[in-house]
Nanobody, 128 residues
Framework: VQLQASGGGLVQPGGSLRLSCAAS????????ITWFRQAPGKEREGVAC????????YYADSAKGRFAISRNDAKNTGYLQMSSLKPEDTAVYYC??????????????????????WGQGTQVTVSS
C-alpha cells in the first residue's frame, strides 16, 4: 500500500506546477484526497481536498483562486495544479487519503489526524 507524490521542483514566482499522487496496492475509491504542505519551521497545513463520488472540493484561503485539485479514479491518481506560485508556497507537499465516511461525518479535512495513508512528500521551491 503506497501513495507516491511527484511533480515538485524549482519554479519562478508566477510559475506553475502540477503535482501527482499515485496510489498503489489499494484503490482511491471511497477516499477523499487531500494535499498538505509543510514549510521549514511550520506546522503541516491542509491545502486542498477533493471528495469521492461528488467531486466536491475544499481549499485553504491561501490556495483559493490559484490551486486546483482533481482526481482521475480510473488512473488511481490525484492531482494538484498550482498556478501563480509565490515564494511563500515553498514547502514539502504531501498527499493523503481520508475515508469518505469520516469526511461526510464532519471531519475537518484540513486537520491531519485520522488520515489513512500518506505519501512521502515532494519538494516545491518557488524562487527567482
Amino acid at each position: 500500500v503506497q501513495l507516491q507524490a511527484s511533480g515538485g521542483g524549482l519554479v519562478q514566482p508566477g510559475g506553475s506546477l502540477r503535482l501527482s499522487c499515485a496510489a498503489s496496492g489499494f484503490t482511491l475509491s471511497g477516499y477523499a484526497i487531500t494535499w498538505f504542505r509543510q514549510a521549514p519551521g511550520k506546522e503541516r497545513e491542509g491545502v486542498a481536498c477533493i471528495s469521492y463520488g461528488d467531486g466536491i472540493t475544499y481549499y485553504a484561503d491561501s490556495a483559493k483562486g490559484r490551486f486546483a485539485i482533481s482526481r482521475n479514479d480510473a488512473k488511481n491518481t490525484g492531482y494538484l495544479q498550482m498556478s501563480s506560485l509565490k515564494p511563500e508556497d515553498t514547502a514539502v507537499y504531501y498527499c493523503a487519503t481520508l475515508s469518505i465516511v469520516r469526511l461526510m461525518s464532519g471531519k475537518n479535512w484540513s486537520e491531519r489526524g485520522d488520515y489513512d495513508f500518506w505519501g512521502q512528500g515532494t519538494q516545491v521551491t518557488v524562487s527567482s
